[in-house]
Protein backbone atom coordinates (compact mmCIF):
# COMPACT_ATOMS: atom_id res chain seq x y z
CA UNK A 1 0.00 0.00 0.00
CA UNK A 2 2.85 2.64 -0.82
CA UNK A 3 1.44 5.15 -2.92
CA UNK A 4 2.95 7.76 -1.80
CA UNK A 5 2.42 10.93 -4.60
CA UNK A 6 5.29 13.62 -4.43
CA UNK A 7 4.36 15.55 -7.55
CA UNK A 8 3.68 19.10 -5.85
CA UNK A 9 2.80 20.09 -9.17
CA UNK A 10 -0.23 21.01 -10.25
CA UNK A 11 -0.66 18.48 -13.55
CA UNK A 12 -2.94 21.08 -15.58
CA UNK A 13 -0.61 24.47 -14.87
CA UNK A 14 2.99 22.60 -14.23
CA UNK A 15 2.96 25.82 -11.38
CA UNK A 16 2.83 25.11 -7.72
CA UNK A 17 -0.52 26.78 -6.03
CA UNK A 18 -0.37 27.99 -3.00
CA UNK A 19 -2.34 26.06 -0.52
CA UNK A 20 -4.70 28.32 1.70
CA UNK A 21 -5.04 27.57 5.69
CA UNK A 22 -8.41 27.01 5.34
CA UNK A 23 -8.32 23.70 3.73
CA UNK A 24 -8.96 20.40 4.92
CA UNK A 25 -6.21 18.13 5.88
CA UNK A 26 -7.97 15.28 4.32
CA UNK A 27 -7.61 16.91 0.48
CA UNK A 28 -3.45 17.15 1.64
CA UNK A 29 -2.74 13.89 2.10
CA UNK A 30 0.77 13.15 0.45
CA UNK A 31 1.24 9.50 1.22
CA UNK A 32 -0.84 6.32 2.38
CA UNK A 33 1.64 4.42 3.47
CA UNK A 34 1.42 1.95 6.75
CA UNK A 35 2.53 -1.48 7.89
CA UNK A 36 1.34 -3.90 10.22
CA UNK A 37 2.43 -2.72 13.67
CA UNK A 38 3.48 -6.72 14.02
CA UNK A 39 6.08 -6.14 11.12
CA UNK A 40 9.16 -6.86 11.94
CA UNK A 41 11.82 -4.25 11.97
CA UNK A 42 13.88 -5.55 9.29
CA UNK A 43 10.97 -5.72 7.11
CA UNK A 44 10.15 -1.58 7.69
CA UNK A 45 13.60 -1.30 6.97
CA UNK A 46 13.91 -2.56 3.92
CA UNK A 47 10.87 -0.61 2.73
CA UNK A 48 12.56 2.60 4.01
CA UNK A 49 16.09 1.21 2.21
CA UNK A 50 14.04 0.13 -0.90
CA UNK A 51 12.14 3.67 -1.34
CA UNK A 52 13.78 6.94 -1.11
CA UNK A 53 10.53 8.47 -1.33
CA UNK A 54 9.25 7.29 1.59
CA UNK A 55 9.40 9.25 4.94
CA UNK A 56 7.11 7.56 6.90
CA UNK A 57 4.93 5.41 7.58
CA UNK A 58 1.38 4.19 9.71
CA UNK A 59 1.81 1.60 11.98
CA UNK A 60 -2.37 0.60 10.69
CA UNK A 61 -3.68 -2.04 12.51
CA UNK A 62 -7.27 -2.87 11.33
CA UNK A 63 -7.66 0.24 9.67
CA UNK A 64 -6.77 2.05 13.15
CA UNK A 65 -3.55 3.95 13.22
CA UNK A 66 -1.67 2.88 16.30
CA UNK A 67 1.06 4.30 15.92
CA UNK A 68 4.00 6.04 13.44
CA UNK A 69 7.61 5.50 12.01
CA UNK A 70 9.58 7.73 10.66
CA UNK A 71 12.93 7.23 8.11
CA UNK A 72 14.38 9.44 10.78
CA UNK A 73 13.94 7.74 14.12
CA UNK A 74 14.41 4.42 12.19
CA UNK A 75 17.61 5.06 10.61
CA UNK A 76 18.87 6.39 14.50
CA UNK A 77 18.25 3.01 15.98
CA UNK A 78 19.47 1.15 13.49
CA UNK A 79 22.54 2.66 12.85
CA UNK A 80 23.54 2.19 16.46
CA UNK A 81 25.78 -0.35 17.58
CA UNK A 82 24.33 -3.51 16.43
CA UNK A 83 21.20 -2.16 15.77
CA UNK A 84 20.34 -4.32 13.04
CA UNK A 85 20.76 -7.27 15.15
CA UNK A 86 19.37 -5.82 18.42
CA UNK A 87 15.97 -4.72 16.69
CA UNK A 88 15.75 -6.20 13.24
CA UNK A 89 13.36 -9.08 14.22
CA UNK A 90 11.59 -7.36 17.08
CA UNK A 91 8.07 -5.73 15.82
CA UNK A 92 8.28 -2.11 14.35
CA UNK A 93 5.83 -1.22 17.23
CA UNK A 94 8.79 -1.81 19.82
CA UNK A 95 10.56 1.66 17.93
CA UNK A 96 7.64 3.54 16.58
CA UNK A 97 6.29 6.74 18.17
CA UNK A 98 2.88 5.57 19.75
CA UNK A 99 1.26 8.51 20.20
CA UNK A 100 1.77 10.65 16.80
CA UNK A 101 -0.11 13.57 15.82
CA UNK A 102 -3.46 12.39 14.86
CA UNK A 103 -5.72 14.99 12.99
CA UNK A 104 -9.27 14.50 11.63
CA UNK A 105 -9.16 14.90 8.01
CA UNK A 106 -12.05 17.54 8.32
CA UNK A 107 -9.70 19.98 9.87
CA UNK A 108 -8.67 23.04 8.93
CA UNK A 109 -4.70 23.13 7.90
CA UNK A 110 -4.34 26.50 10.22
CA UNK A 111 -5.38 24.37 13.22
CA UNK A 112 -3.64 21.34 12.14
CA UNK A 113 -0.50 23.14 11.83
CA UNK A 114 -0.57 24.61 15.25
CA UNK A 115 -1.16 21.34 16.70
CA UNK A 116 1.91 20.21 14.29
CA UNK A 117 3.81 22.97 15.60
CA UNK A 118 3.44 23.27 19.56
CA UNK A 119 5.06 19.39 19.22
CA UNK A 120 8.72 19.37 20.92
CA UNK A 121 11.44 20.56 18.29
CA UNK A 122 12.53 16.91 17.41
CA UNK A 123 9.24 16.03 16.24
CA UNK A 124 8.26 18.91 14.20
CA UNK A 125 8.29 17.65 11.00
CA UNK A 126 7.18 14.43 11.78
CA UNK A 127 4.07 13.28 9.68
CA UNK A 128 0.52 13.82 10.92
CA UNK A 129 -2.04 11.16 10.78
CA UNK A 130 -5.08 11.84 8.88
CA UNK A 131 -7.67 10.23 10.18
CA UNK A 132 -11.58 10.03 9.16
CA UNK A 133 -14.33 10.82 11.82
CA UNK A 134 -14.82 7.30 12.32
CA UNK A 135 -11.38 7.03 13.68
CA UNK A 136 -9.90 4.79 10.12
CA UNK A 137 -6.27 5.82 9.22
CA UNK A 138 -6.57 7.95 5.84
CA UNK A 139 -2.86 8.92 4.95
CA UNK A 140 0.31 10.58 6.27
CA UNK A 141 0.50 14.59 5.94
CA UNK A 142 4.24 15.45 5.14
CA UNK A 143 5.09 18.81 6.68
CA UNK A 144 8.10 18.97 4.61
CA UNK A 145 6.34 18.53 1.59
CA UNK A 146 3.83 21.42 2.69
CA UNK A 147 6.33 23.41 3.45
CA UNK A 148 8.43 23.12 0.41
CA UNK A 149 5.19 23.40 -1.66
CA UNK A 150 4.26 26.50 0.09
CA UNK A 151 7.46 28.03 -0.11
CA UNK A 152 7.60 27.03 -3.99
CA UNK A 153 4.72 28.93 -4.53
CA UNK A 154 5.37 31.85 -2.46
CA UNK A 155 8.76 32.29 -4.84
CA UNK A 156 6.60 31.19 -7.77
CA UNK A 157 4.30 34.19 -6.89
CA UNK A 158 6.49 36.99 -6.13
CA UNK A 159 8.77 35.96 -9.77
CA UNK A 160 4.59 36.05 -11.44
CA UNK A 161 4.22 39.38 -9.80
CA UNK A 162 7.54 40.74 -10.61
CA UNK A 163 7.29 39.68 -14.34
CA UNK A 164 3.94 41.28 -14.19
CA UNK A 165 5.19 44.40 -13.05
CA UNK A 166 7.64 44.82 -15.23
CA UNK A 167 5.44 43.88 -18.32
CA UNK A 168 3.18 46.51 -16.94
CA UNK A 169 5.33 49.19 -16.76
CA UNK A 170 7.00 48.49 -20.12
CA UNK A 171 3.60 48.69 -21.79
CA UNK A 172 3.23 51.94 -20.03
CA UNK A 173 6.05 53.33 -21.41
CA UNK A 174 5.09 52.45 -24.74
CA UNK A 175 1.53 53.40 -24.49
CA UNK A 176 3.37 56.71 -23.36
CA UNK A 177 5.43 57.18 -25.98
CA UNK A 178 2.81 55.95 -28.45
CA UNK A 179 0.05 58.48 -27.24
CA UNK A 180 2.38 61.40 -27.61
CA UNK A 181 3.64 60.29 -31.00
CA UNK A 182 -0.03 60.63 -31.80
CA UNK A 183 -0.75 64.15 -30.54
CA UNK A 184 2.57 65.13 -32.36
CA UNK A 185 0.87 63.55 -35.80
CA UNK A 186 -1.89 65.11 -34.63
CA UNK A 187 -0.73 68.86 -34.35
CA UNK A 188 1.26 67.72 -37.89
CA UNK A 189 -1.70 66.71 -39.31
CA UNK A 190 -3.81 69.77 -38.20
CA UNK A 191 -0.99 72.64 -39.70
CA UNK A 192 -2.17 72.26 -43.20
CA UNK A 193 -5.92 71.16 -42.38
CA UNK A 194 -5.86 75.00 -41.18
CA UNK A 195 -3.92 76.44 -43.53
CA UNK A 196 -6.19 74.59 -46.11
CA UNK A 197 -9.43 75.54 -44.75
CA UNK A 198 -8.20 79.15 -44.28
CA UNK A 199 -7.15 79.62 -47.83
CA UNK A 200 -10.29 78.29 -48.97
CA UNK A 201 -12.58 80.59 -47.02
CA UNK A 202 -10.19 83.91 -48.56
CA UNK A 203 -10.44 81.94 -51.90
CA UNK A 204 -14.42 82.18 -51.37
CA UNK A 205 -13.78 86.08 -50.77
CA UNK A 206 -11.59 86.72 -53.79
CA UNK A 207 -14.12 85.20 -56.02
CA UNK A 208 -16.91 87.10 -54.23
CA UNK A 209 -14.96 90.34 -54.86
CA UNK A 210 -14.01 89.10 -58.61
CA UNK A 211 -9.62 89.00 -57.25
CA UNK A 212 -8.60 86.50 -59.65
CA UNK A 213 -4.76 87.24 -59.39
CA UNK A 214 -5.57 86.92 -55.59
CA UNK A 215 -7.29 83.72 -56.09
CA UNK A 216 -3.98 82.98 -58.34
CA UNK A 217 -2.22 83.36 -55.39
CA UNK A 218 -3.87 81.65 -52.54
CA UNK A 219 -4.16 78.58 -54.70
CA UNK A 220 -0.37 78.25 -55.19
CA UNK A 221 -0.50 78.03 -51.30
CA UNK A 222 -3.76 75.99 -51.05
CA UNK A 223 -1.67 73.39 -53.48
CA UNK A 224 1.24 73.76 -51.08
CA UNK A 225 -0.47 72.77 -48.14
CA UNK A 226 -2.05 70.17 -49.84
CA UNK A 227 0.88 68.34 -50.79
CA UNK A 228 2.23 68.72 -47.77
CA UNK A 229 -0.47 67.22 -45.94
CA UNK A 230 -0.18 64.16 -48.31
CA UNK A 231 3.40 63.82 -47.30
CA UNK A 232 2.59 63.82 -43.86
CA UNK A 233 -0.35 61.19 -44.58
CA UNK A 234 2.08 58.86 -46.64
CA UNK A 235 4.83 58.77 -43.92
CA UNK A 236 1.91 57.73 -41.11
CA UNK A 237 0.91 54.84 -43.92
CA UNK A 238 4.20 54.14 -44.58
CA UNK A 239 5.80 53.68 -41.14
CA UNK A 240 2.26 51.67 -40.02
CA UNK A 241 3.27 49.16 -42.87
CA UNK A 242 6.75 49.24 -41.57
CA UNK A 243 5.77 48.50 -38.44
CA UNK A 244 3.26 45.78 -40.06
CA UNK A 245 5.93 44.40 -41.87
CA UNK A 246 4.00 44.82 -45.12
CA UNK A 247 6.33 46.99 -46.64
CA UNK A 248 7.42 45.76 -50.30
CA UNK A 249 10.52 46.51 -52.49
CA UNK A 250 9.01 46.67 -56.27
CA UNK A 251 12.55 47.09 -58.35
CA UNK A 252 11.90 48.73 -61.97
CA UNK A 253 13.83 50.06 -64.49
CA UNK A 254 13.90 54.17 -64.39
CA UNK A 255 15.81 57.45 -65.11
CA UNK A 256 17.19 58.64 -61.40
CA UNK A 257 17.70 62.33 -63.07
CA UNK A 258 14.17 62.89 -64.22
CA UNK A 259 13.30 61.49 -61.01
CA UNK A 260 14.95 63.86 -59.11
CA UNK A 261 13.96 66.60 -61.52
CA UNK A 262 10.57 66.20 -60.56
CA UNK A 263 11.20 65.79 -56.92
CA UNK A 264 12.51 69.49 -57.17
CA UNK A 265 9.52 70.40 -59.17
CA UNK A 266 7.08 69.60 -56.33
CA UNK A 267 9.65 70.67 -53.35
CA UNK A 268 9.09 74.47 -55.54
CA UNK A 269 5.49 74.02 -54.82
CA UNK A 270 6.38 72.50 -50.98
CA UNK A 271 7.76 76.16 -50.64
CA UNK A 272 4.73 78.45 -51.79
CA UNK A 273 6.08 81.77 -51.80
CA UNK A 274 9.57 81.28 -50.04
CA UNK A 275 12.34 83.04 -51.72
CA UNK A 276 14.28 80.11 -51.56
CA UNK A 277 16.15 78.41 -54.93
CA UNK A 278 15.81 74.64 -55.60
CA UNK A 279 18.24 73.07 -57.83
CA UNK A 280 19.29 69.56 -58.89
CA UNK A 281 23.11 69.87 -59.80
CA UNK A 282 24.28 66.13 -61.45
CA UNK A 283 26.97 65.70 -64.76
CA UNK A 284 24.33 63.20 -66.09
CA UNK A 285 22.05 63.62 -68.91
CA UNK A 286 20.34 60.85 -67.65
CA UNK A 287 20.98 57.49 -65.77
CA UNK A 288 18.99 54.32 -65.50
CA UNK A 289 19.34 52.56 -62.43
CA UNK A 290 17.80 49.46 -61.11
CA UNK A 291 15.67 50.12 -57.50
CA UNK A 292 11.96 51.24 -56.46
CA UNK A 293 11.21 54.36 -57.77
CA UNK A 294 8.12 55.07 -55.75
CA UNK A 295 10.47 54.28 -52.57
CA UNK A 296 13.51 56.51 -54.08
CA UNK A 297 11.10 59.41 -54.52
CA UNK A 298 9.47 59.32 -51.05
CA UNK A 299 13.21 59.20 -49.74
CA UNK A 300 14.51 62.49 -51.68
CA UNK A 301 11.23 64.11 -50.88
CA UNK A 302 11.53 63.85 -47.59
CA UNK A 303 14.88 64.91 -47.23
CA UNK A 304 14.11 68.16 -49.63
CA UNK A 305 10.28 68.64 -47.79
CA UNK A 306 12.45 69.13 -44.38
CA UNK A 307 15.11 71.20 -45.89
CA UNK A 308 11.70 73.33 -47.37
CA UNK A 309 10.57 73.45 -43.87
CA UNK A 310 13.67 74.69 -41.87
CA UNK A 311 14.70 76.93 -44.83
CA UNK A 312 13.64 80.54 -44.48
CA UNK A 313 16.17 81.93 -47.61
CA UNK A 314 19.08 80.73 -49.31
CA UNK A 315 18.63 77.71 -51.35
CA UNK A 316 18.55 74.12 -51.47
CA UNK A 317 20.55 71.62 -53.70
CA UNK A 318 19.89 68.19 -54.62
CA UNK A 319 23.24 66.76 -56.00
CA UNK A 320 23.79 63.41 -57.71
CA UNK A 321 26.96 61.51 -58.63
CA UNK A 322 28.08 58.15 -59.48
CA UNK A 323 30.47 55.88 -57.46
CA UNK A 324 31.05 52.76 -58.80
CA UNK A 325 28.12 50.19 -57.85
CA UNK A 326 26.25 53.04 -56.14
CA UNK A 327 24.86 56.72 -57.07
CA UNK A 328 25.21 58.98 -54.44
CA UNK A 329 22.25 61.93 -53.42
CA UNK A 330 22.53 64.24 -50.88
CA UNK A 331 20.26 67.42 -50.38
CA UNK A 332 21.80 70.10 -48.68
CA UNK A 333 20.12 73.21 -46.94
CA UNK A 334 21.42 76.97 -45.92
CA UNK A 335 18.31 76.40 -43.20
CA UNK A 336 18.36 76.24 -39.60
CA UNK A 337 20.83 73.03 -39.12
CA UNK A 338 20.61 70.50 -36.38
CA UNK A 339 21.56 71.26 -32.62
CA UNK A 340 23.97 68.68 -31.55
CA UNK A 341 21.99 67.51 -29.05
CA UNK A 342 19.39 66.99 -31.32
CA UNK A 343 21.49 64.75 -34.06
CA UNK A 344 21.71 61.44 -31.93
CA UNK A 345 17.58 60.62 -31.82
CA UNK A 346 17.08 62.39 -35.90
CA UNK A 347 16.04 58.86 -37.39
CA UNK A 348 13.82 57.72 -34.08
CA UNK A 349 9.91 58.05 -35.16
CA UNK A 350 9.98 58.93 -31.35
CA UNK A 351 13.10 60.86 -31.12
CA UNK A 352 10.92 63.51 -30.53
CA UNK A 353 9.34 63.23 -27.47
CA UNK A 354 8.66 66.49 -26.37
CA UNK A 355 5.75 67.30 -25.36
CA UNK A 356 3.27 68.18 -27.59
CA UNK A 357 2.30 70.97 -25.26
CA UNK A 358 5.93 72.15 -24.95
CA UNK A 359 6.82 70.97 -28.58
CA UNK A 360 9.12 73.75 -29.94
CA UNK A 361 9.83 72.31 -33.44
CA UNK A 362 8.40 71.23 -36.18
CA UNK A 363 7.92 68.10 -37.28
CA UNK A 364 6.96 64.69 -36.27
CA UNK A 365 10.39 62.54 -36.59
CA UNK A 366 8.50 60.92 -39.14
CA UNK A 367 9.87 61.33 -42.25
CA UNK A 368 13.33 60.91 -41.18
CA UNK A 369 12.42 57.25 -39.52
CA UNK A 370 10.38 56.00 -42.58
CA UNK A 371 13.13 57.79 -44.85
CA UNK A 372 16.02 55.63 -42.99
CA UNK A 373 14.19 52.63 -43.12
CA UNK A 374 13.56 52.64 -47.05
CA UNK A 375 17.18 53.62 -47.47
CA UNK A 376 18.12 50.13 -45.64
CA UNK A 377 15.55 48.37 -47.36
CA UNK A 378 16.89 49.42 -50.74
CA UNK A 379 20.31 48.29 -49.26
CA UNK A 380 21.71 51.82 -49.11
CA UNK A 381 22.89 53.76 -46.08
CA UNK A 382 21.99 57.35 -44.87
CA UNK A 383 24.47 60.33 -42.91
CA UNK A 384 24.43 63.80 -42.83
CA UNK A 385 26.52 66.69 -41.45
CA UNK A 386 25.06 69.88 -39.99
CA UNK A 387 25.78 72.66 -38.07
CA UNK A 388 23.49 75.09 -36.18
CA UNK A 389 22.68 78.01 -37.37
CA UNK A 390 24.50 77.47 -41.33
CA UNK A 391 22.54 74.26 -42.64
CA UNK A 392 22.36 70.41 -43.07
CA UNK A 393 23.04 67.95 -45.91
CA UNK A 394 21.93 64.73 -45.89
CA UNK A 395 23.78 61.89 -47.92
CA UNK A 396 21.94 59.02 -49.26
CA UNK A 397 23.63 56.09 -51.28
CA UNK A 398 21.62 53.42 -53.10
CA UNK A 399 23.01 50.69 -55.65
CA UNK A 400 22.38 50.97 -59.04
CA UNK A 401 21.40 47.26 -59.70
CA UNK A 402 19.36 45.49 -57.76
CA UNK B 1 -10.89 106.63 -40.59
CA UNK B 2 -7.77 104.87 -40.50
CA UNK B 3 -6.22 105.55 -37.74
CA UNK B 4 -8.90 103.99 -35.80
CA UNK B 5 -8.21 100.92 -37.55
CA UNK B 6 -6.87 98.15 -34.52
CA UNK B 7 -3.29 96.96 -35.10
CA UNK B 8 -2.81 92.90 -35.08
CA UNK B 9 0.65 91.39 -35.13
CA UNK B 10 0.69 87.85 -36.21
CA UNK B 11 3.40 85.48 -35.28
CA UNK B 12 3.90 82.28 -36.83
CA UNK B 13 6.27 80.45 -38.72
CA UNK B 14 4.45 78.66 -41.41
CA UNK B 15 3.83 81.30 -44.28
CA UNK B 16 1.30 79.41 -45.57
CA UNK B 17 -0.95 80.20 -42.28
CA UNK B 18 0.64 83.48 -42.18
CA UNK B 19 -0.49 85.01 -44.92
CA UNK B 20 -3.60 83.34 -45.06
CA UNK B 21 -4.79 84.66 -41.73
CA UNK B 22 -3.07 88.08 -42.58
CA UNK B 23 -5.68 88.30 -45.91
CA UNK B 24 -8.48 87.28 -43.45
CA UNK B 25 -7.91 89.76 -40.62
CA UNK B 26 -7.21 91.91 -43.35
CA UNK B 27 -10.44 91.31 -45.01
CA UNK B 28 -12.42 92.15 -41.90
CA UNK B 29 -11.23 95.69 -41.41
CA UNK B 30 -7.77 95.16 -39.80
CA UNK B 31 -4.41 96.46 -40.27
CA UNK B 32 -2.20 93.69 -40.30
CA UNK B 33 1.98 93.17 -39.93
CA UNK B 34 2.70 89.67 -39.55
CA UNK B 35 6.58 88.21 -38.68
CA UNK B 36 7.90 85.19 -39.23
CA UNK B 37 9.64 83.92 -36.48
CA UNK B 38 10.79 83.89 -32.87
CA UNK B 39 13.60 85.94 -33.44
CA UNK B 40 13.08 89.79 -33.80
CA UNK B 41 9.68 89.64 -32.32
CA UNK B 42 10.21 91.78 -28.95
CA UNK B 43 11.61 94.76 -31.97
CA UNK B 44 8.54 93.92 -33.79
CA UNK B 45 6.34 94.67 -31.43
CA UNK B 46 7.98 97.97 -30.59
CA UNK B 47 7.90 99.01 -34.36
CA UNK B 48 4.36 97.76 -35.06
CA UNK B 49 2.64 98.73 -31.21
CA UNK B 50 -0.22 96.42 -31.57
CA UNK B 51 -3.72 96.14 -30.01
CA UNK B 52 -3.42 92.56 -30.55
CA UNK B 53 -0.28 89.75 -30.84
CA UNK B 54 -1.54 86.44 -32.30
CA UNK B 55 1.29 83.99 -31.39
CA UNK B 56 1.65 80.84 -32.89
CA UNK B 57 3.24 78.16 -30.48
CA UNK B 58 5.04 75.57 -32.05
CA UNK B 59 8.14 77.46 -33.81
CA UNK B 60 11.71 76.47 -34.11
CA UNK B 61 14.05 78.11 -32.29
CA UNK B 62 12.09 80.42 -30.11
CA UNK B 63 8.89 79.03 -29.22
CA UNK B 64 5.96 80.93 -28.71
CA UNK B 65 5.05 80.33 -25.35
CA UNK B 66 9.03 80.99 -24.01
CA UNK B 67 8.69 84.42 -26.83
CA UNK B 68 5.64 85.33 -24.61
CA UNK B 69 7.58 85.17 -21.51
CA UNK B 70 10.64 87.45 -23.31
CA UNK B 71 7.75 89.92 -24.04
CA UNK B 72 6.56 90.63 -21.11
CA UNK B 73 9.92 91.05 -19.54
CA UNK B 74 10.96 94.23 -21.63
CA UNK B 75 8.95 97.35 -20.53
CA UNK B 76 8.41 98.44 -23.94
CA UNK B 77 6.31 95.36 -24.68
CA UNK B 78 5.07 94.02 -21.64
CA UNK B 79 1.71 95.92 -21.91
CA UNK B 80 0.92 94.44 -25.05
CA UNK B 81 -1.81 91.44 -25.18
CA UNK B 82 -0.80 88.16 -26.03
CA UNK B 83 -3.49 85.45 -27.77
CA UNK B 84 -2.02 82.28 -28.69
CA UNK B 85 -3.09 80.87 -31.45
CA UNK B 86 -1.77 77.58 -32.16
CA UNK B 87 -2.95 73.79 -33.97
CA UNK B 88 -2.02 72.65 -30.31
CA UNK B 89 -4.94 70.54 -28.15
CA UNK B 90 -7.45 73.25 -26.59
CA UNK B 91 -6.38 71.52 -22.87
CA UNK B 92 -2.62 72.08 -23.67
CA UNK B 93 -3.65 75.97 -25.07
CA UNK B 94 -5.94 76.49 -22.01
CA UNK B 95 -2.71 75.51 -19.92
CA UNK B 96 -0.44 77.60 -21.60
CA UNK B 97 -2.57 80.50 -21.23
CA UNK B 98 -2.72 79.93 -17.46
CA UNK B 99 0.98 79.08 -16.96
CA UNK B 100 2.08 82.39 -19.15
CA UNK B 101 -0.31 84.62 -18.29
CA UNK B 102 -1.36 85.70 -21.37
CA UNK B 103 -4.72 87.08 -22.27
CA UNK B 104 -6.24 83.39 -24.20
CA UNK B 105 -6.15 81.68 -26.83
CA UNK B 106 -7.30 80.82 -30.47
CA UNK B 107 -7.64 77.46 -31.82
CA UNK B 108 -6.38 77.40 -35.46
CA UNK B 109 -8.89 76.20 -38.18
CA UNK B 110 -12.21 77.63 -37.28
CA UNK B 111 -12.36 81.13 -39.47
CA UNK B 112 -15.37 81.80 -37.54
CA UNK B 113 -13.63 81.57 -33.76
CA UNK B 114 -11.19 83.60 -35.14
CA UNK B 115 -13.35 86.77 -36.22
CA UNK B 116 -15.38 86.50 -33.02
CA UNK B 117 -12.23 86.07 -30.32
CA UNK B 118 -10.11 88.48 -32.17
CA UNK B 119 -13.23 91.47 -31.82
CA UNK B 120 -13.79 89.90 -28.33
CA UNK B 121 -10.28 90.46 -27.39
CA UNK B 122 -9.85 94.11 -29.20
CA UNK B 123 -12.85 94.99 -27.56
CA UNK B 124 -11.49 93.61 -23.93
CA UNK B 125 -8.46 95.70 -24.60
CA UNK B 126 -9.17 99.03 -22.62
CA UNK B 127 -5.77 100.44 -22.49
Given at each position: ????????????????????????????????????????????????????????????????????????????????????????????????????????????????????????????????????????????????????????????????????????????????????????????????????????????????????????????????????????????????????????????????????????????????????????????????????????????????????????????????????KFIGVSVSDTGLGIKQEDMEKLFTAFGQIEDAKTKSRE???????????????????????????????????????? | ???????????????????????????????????????????????????????????????????????????????????????????????????????????????????????????????
Open positions: MLTKSRDLKDTATGETALVHIDTHVGGLITSKGNIAPGAPVKQAADIFFGNVEVDAMALVDCMEPIGLITRNKLLMKLFRLYGYELYGKRPIITMADTSPLYVNSKERLDVALDMAMSRPFQEIYDELVVVDPKGHYMGLLSIKDLVIRQSHALANSIVQKELANAKASELEKISQVKTQFLANVTHELRSPVNAIISLAELMQVSCDKGYIGQLKDRLALLISSSASLKAIINNVLDLSKIEAGKMDVIYEEFDAVAKLDEIVETTKVLLGNKHVDVKLVTSEQSLFIESDPVKLRQIVLNLTSNAAKFTEDGSITVRMEVAGGTGLGLTVTKYLVNLLGGEIRFESEWGRGTTFFVRLPIKK | MDDQKKTILVIDDDENLLMATRDLLENWGYRVYTHKRGFGSTAAIDLVKPDLVLLDINMPGLPGDRLAGLIKTFEATKRVPIVFYSSNDEDALREAVSVHKVRGYIPKGDIYELRQKVRQYLNCNCA
